[in-house]
């Protein structure tokens, strides 16, 4: 393929735009608010900046079970929706109502019972006894807290991830841009006690984000029940849950795949992450600072790669496999483009942006080193991202599996983790050899997407 066959026209990039817009606006604003937490928090110290760090790594874990969830089915939305199926639509948003319902409560009482064990995880490197036992405490409570808003995350991802995969990208991120709002009023006054509040720290934090879910719910529901010709899915949704069970046999088969691997991908982060630890409690935080402005330098890339999966899904649906098959692989070059600009402003951010912390010298300087490295990285991140759902889009969430997941646990984690116990190389060292790792995943994702294995319409019959 030339360059010029592989250059989208002016309507496609429109297309694409429309769709990939919204949600980089979307995930940008959360994530400028995740950016915010961190620095709210950042100013009680350090240790309250590792162990929230270490809470919501480990709410990581719960975000991409749900995501794995939705999306599993999602597949089906879109080529459904593409196919111009609404009863196919509503079964399922239906399902993805009780799956991530069944799976908010079940992570509840995993998080509520393991809190302190799995935080405690993180607190094996070099430092005092009395910051270890602080940053356990505030791990652990922070915990106890955000276990209140893990079942309204479930239905959000449902109504959002419908609504996503139906084209409608905007009315989520107004939703987001709510809650957003009550995040903040919620952090300033809780955090710092104004207006003769008590002053309650990372707990406060943590009160403020679960009142924020409420809301993000409460404004997707008001939405959707309220505009149902524009949403016909939404029609006699709660009537009755019963569903073909042919139907709910492939969902589940197409889920479990995705939510293994989205579950096994974050706990995969997490104990990279905690071979991070390893070394000591100061790159606990600054791996938090470097991921931080990761989380906000990557919406744009991000946001594309998943469009992937709208766009070519409902192609597929529509049976025009060929025109998949092209809009995926502009689409990621799309992604990479996104990536390698964005990847360029994070590195010149890296001098500066540790100096908001209120911590020590080596945490900044640490931090300037990582920000460095994974902006240079950022492109292959986003051609393996993009590659992803380009796979998925197909429905063979099976390949997607041992794509992704097996790459992390095969690869990633066996590498930090002997990195960190069997030799004193530095972080930075053990970050770089991670990172380029992910050549061996580009070559492979590059073999898999042009084969067009994953080019299958799952809706046709």
Same mark, same amino acid.
């Given at each position: 393929?030339?360059?010029?066959?592989?250059?989208?026209?002016?309507?496609?990039?429109?297309?694409?735009?429309?769709?990939?817009?919204?949600?980089?606006?979307?995930?940008?604003?959360?994530?400028?608010?995740?950016?915010?937490?961190?620095?709210?928090?950042?100013?009680?110290?350090?240790?309250?900046?590792?162990?929230?760090?270490?809470?919501?790594?480990?709410?990581?874990?719960?975000?991409?079970?749900?995501?794995?969830?939705?999306?599993?089915?999602?597949?089906?939305?879109?080529?459904? +929706?593409?196919?111009?199926?609404?009863?196919?639509?509503?079964?399922?948003?239906?399902?993805?109502?009780?799956?991530?319902?069944?799976?908010?409560?079940?992570?509840?009482?995993? +998080?509520?019972?393991?809190?302190?064990?799995?935080?405690?995880?993180?607190?094996?490197?070099?430092?005092?006894?009395?910051?270890?036992?602080?940053?356990?405490?505030?791990?652990?409570? +922070?915990?106890?807290?955000?276990?209140?808003?893990?079942?309204?995350?479930?239905?959000?991802?449902?109504?959002?991830?419908?609504?996503?995969?139906?084209?409608?990208?905007?009315?989520?991120?107004?939703?987001?841009?709510?809650?957003?709002?009550?995040?903040?009023?919620?952090?300033?006054?809780?955090?710092?006690?104004?207006?003769?509040?008590?002053?309650?720290?990372?707990?406060?934090?943590?009160?403020?984000?679960?009142?924020?879910?409420?809301?993000?719910?409460?404004?997707?529901?008001?939405?959707?029940?309220?505009?149902?010709?524009?949403?016909?899915?939404?029609?006699?949704?709660?009537?009755?849950?019963?569903?073909?069970?042919?139907?709910?046999?492939?969902?589940?088969?197409?889920?479990?795949?995705?939510?293994?691997?989205?579950?096994?991908?974050?706990?995969?982060?997490?104990?990279?992450?905690?071979?991070?630890?390893?070394?000591?409690?100061?790159?606990?935080?600054?791996?938090?600072?470097?991921?931080?402005?990761?989380?906000?330098?990557?919406?744009?890339?991000?946001?594309?790669?998943?469009?992937?999966?709208?766009?070519?899904?409902?192609?597929?649906?529509?049976?025009?496999?060929?025109?998949?098959?092209?809009?995926?692989?502009?689409?990621?070059?799309?992604?990479?483009?996104?990536?390698?600009?964005?990847?360029?402003?994070?590195?010149?951010?890296?001098?500066?942006?540790?100096?908001?912390?209120?911590?020590?010298?080596?945490?900044?300087?640490?931090?300037?080193?990582?920000?460095?490295?994974?902006?240079?990285?950022?492109?292959?991140?986003?051609?393996?991202?993009?590659?992803?759902?380009?796979?998925?889009?197909?429905?063979?969430?099976?390949?997607?599996?041992?794509?992704?997941?097996?790459?992390?646990?095969?690869?990633?984690?066996?590498?930090?983790?002997?990195?960190?116990?069997?030799?004193?190389?530095?972080?930075?060292?053990?970050?770089?050899?991670?990172?380029?790792?992910?050549?061996?995943?580009?070559?492979?994702?590059?073999?898999?997407?042009?084969?067009?294995?994953?080019?299958?319409?799952?809706?046709?019959?």
């Amino acid at each position: 393929m030339n360059i010029r066959s592989r250059l989208g026209t002016k309507d496609f990039y429109k297309m694409v735009l429309g769709i990939a817009v919204p949600m980089i606006i979307q995930n940008g604003l959360t994530n400028f608010v995740s950016l915010l937490d961190n620095l709210m928090i950042g100013g009680v110290g350090t240790n309250a900046i590792s162990g929230v760090a270490i809470a919501n790594q480990l709410m990581f874990v719960f975000w991409l079970l749900m995501f794995g969830a939705t999306a599993g089915v999602g597949i089906f939305t879109a080529q459904f +929706y593409g196919k111009g199926d609404t009863k196919g639509v509503r079964d399922t948003f239906r399902f993805k109502l009780i799956a991530n319902t069944t799976l908010a409560l079940a992570a509840g009482v995993v +998080y509520y019972l393991l809190a302190p064990t799995m935080v405690s995880w993180f607190l094996k490197g070099d430092g005092t006894p009395e910051d270890a036992a602080q940053t356990l405490e505030i791990g652990v409570d +922070y915990i106890n807290i955000i276990i209140a808003s893990l079942v309204p995350i479930g239905l959000s991802y449902a109504y959002s991830g419908t609504l996503r995969d139906t084209g409608n990208t905007r009315v989520p991120m107004v939703a987001t841009m709510v809650a957003i709002f009550v995040n903040l009023a919620g952090n300033a006054v809780l955090i710092y006690g104004l207006f003769g509040l008590p002053a309650m720290g990372a707990n406060g934090a943590a009160v403020a984000t679960v009142v924020s879910r409420y809301v993000e719910l409460l404004v997707l529901m008001i939405y959707t029940g309220t505009h149902s010709a524009s949403n016909p899915f939404i029609i006699d949704a709660f009537r009755s849950f019963r569903m073909p069970l042919k139907l709910v046999s492939q969902f589940v088969l197409k889920s479990l795949p995705l939510m293994a691997n989205e579950t096994l991908w974050a706990f995969g982060m997490t104990v990279l992450n905690q071979c991070y630890s390893f070394r000591s409690l100061d790159a606990v935080a600054a791996v938090n600072i470097e991921q931080t402005l990761w989380n906000l330098m990557t919406v744009a890339f991000i946001a594309v790669g998943e469009s992937i999966g709208i766009v070519v899904g409902q192609r597929l649906g529509a049976g025009e496999v060929d025109v998949a098959k092209d809009y995926a692989i502009k689409m990621r070059d799309l992604t990479v483009v996104f990536a390698a600009a964005c990847g360029i402003i994070m590195m010149m951010l890296a001098p500066f942006f540790p100096m908001f912390y209120n911590t020590t010298n080596e945490v900044r300087s640490l931090a300037t080193i990582l920000i460095v490295l994974s902006g240079i990285v950022m492109p292959l991140m986003a051609f393996t991202h993009a590659s992803y759902f380009i796979i998925r889009a197909g429905g063979n969430t099976l390949i997607t599996f041992v794509f992704d997941c097996g790459y992390t646990w095969l690869i990633v984690v066996p590498l930090a983790y002997c990195l960190s116990r069997f030799t004193s190389v530095s972080v930075p060292v053990m970050m770089f050899s991670v990172q380029w790792a992910e050549l061996i995943k580009c070559t492979v994702g590059e073999i898999m997407v042009r084969s067009g294995i994953w080019a299958k319409n799952i809706v046709q019959d």
